[in-house]
């Protein structure tokens, strides 16, 4: 069975770093791009960042773009997002998701359970 | 901000059918890029509905059904149930994008 366990949220100062963590589990997780994407309180889903299955190629929405970065150890089976520069717009659940295809394209087939990050002073 | 439009609510009596479109361009759905559709119930996290514009994973009812044409897409609902109240939302491919991916801006669908 297909698990995605987020971790790493918390509460950060504005201008603060966080790490996000996704641990994946029961599937050749090389094979698959993964992604990240965030849902602010009481708003709809946003894409923020996605990675290939080698972890050659990295996409960013233009909103993150410069102060987050995506990367993954096939080893440890393990999807990471390490964000500064944190805004209060940042604050949102941010979910990990698995795409069905190795590189671009296709659809986010399974979804963590979601890690909130809250930024506040 | 989002580059597919949806309404943001539709509703509907049990037993009803409601459609929820998503409309996006040239650069996205318009290109020929497959949509996808994604159900939120409230605090859960998104699953996919319908895939590859058409297509309902495996234990997706098929009260639910998909479309596309030219720069849009819609999804239907048919026999409107309460456990069906729910956020949805569509997703494409957007060539114009350093993301490249993009999500509608979402529907709350409603049951009388």
């Known amino acids: 069975e297909v698990q995605l366990l987020a971790s790493g949220g918390g509460l950060v100062q504005p201008g603060g770093s966080l790490r996000l963590s996704c641990a994946a589990s029961?599937?050749?997780?090389?094979?698959?791009?993964m992604h990240w994407v965030r849902q602010a309180p009481g708003r709809g889903l946003e894409y923020v960042s996605g990675?290939?299955?080698?972890?050659?190629?990295?996409y960013y929405a233009d909103s993150v773009k410069a102060r987050f970065t995506i990367s993954r150890d096939n080893s440890k089976n393990t999807l990471y997002l390490q964000m500064g520069s944190l805004r209060a717009e940042d604050m949102a659940v941010y979910y990990c998701?698995?795409?069905?295809?190795?590189?671009?394209?296709?659809?986010?087939?399974?979804w963590g359970q979601g890690a909130l990050v809250t930024v506040s002073s | 901000q989002s580059v597919l439009t949806q309404p943001p609510s539709v509703s509907g009596a049990p037993g009803q059918r409601v459609t929820i479109s998503c409309t996006g361009s040239?650069?996205?759905?318009?290109?020929?890029?497959?949509v996808h559709w994604y159900q939120q119930l409230p605090g859960t996290a998104p699953k996919v509905l319908i895939y590859?514009?058409?297509n309902r994973p495996s234990g997706v009812p098929d009260r639910f059904s998909g479309s596309k044409s030219g720069t849009s897409a819609s999804l239907a609902i048919t026999g409107l149930q309460a456990e069906d109240e729910a956020d949805y939302y569509c997703?494409?491919?957007?060539?114009?994008?350093?993301?490249?991916?993009?999500f509608g801006t979402g529907t709350k669908v409603t049951v009388l």
């Open positions: 998701a698995r795409s069905t295809r190795p590189t671009t394209g296709g659809f986010f087939e399974w």
């Open positions: 990675i290939s299955g080698n972890g050659g190629n990295t």
């Open positions: 040239s650069s996205n759905i318009g290109a020929g890029y497959d």
């Open positions: 997703q494409s491919y957007d060539s114009s994008l350093s993301a490249l991916y993009v």
């Open positions: 029961g599937f050749t997780f090389s094979s698959y791009a």
């Open positions: 590859g514009n058409t």
